[in-house]
């Protein structure tokens, strides 16, 4: 547990320092580096924990995989939209 543990939180770094440098624009100002850095690891860590719950030990790829996704979908969170005008529920 404590490889898949170790290598989620990598995992987790490395999607998130990705995101920071290929996407610099979309993480606006109210969503600052350090909630982009930390929301990474901890996203793995949580996905791989709950990974391990449901499958057991001895599943160190499916656990990495399911970590993985975790992150990326907690990160695609905190993009901000585009330069799109906004529309308002009531127009």
């Known amino acids: 547990m404590l490889w898949e543990a170790l290598g989620s939180?990598?995992?987790?770094?490395?999607?998130?320092?990705?995101?920071?440098?290929?996407?610099?624009?979309?993480?606006?100002?109210?969503?600052?580096?350090s909630l982009?850095?930390?929301?990474g690891p901890t996203a793995a860590l949580f996905g791989a924990l709950l990974a391990h719950s449901v499958l057991g030990p001895g599943h160190l790829p499916a656990t990495l995989a399911v970590s993985l996704g975790v992150a990326v979908a907690l990160l695609s969170l905190l993009l901000r939209q585009g330069d799109r005008a906004r529309r308002s529920a009531t127009a």
């Open 9 to 33: 939180v990598l995992i987790g770094l490395a999607v998130s320092l990705a995101a920071l440098r290929w996407l610099p624009a979309r993480f606006g100002e109210f969503r600052p580096r």
């Open 36 to 39: 982009a850095l930390a929301t």
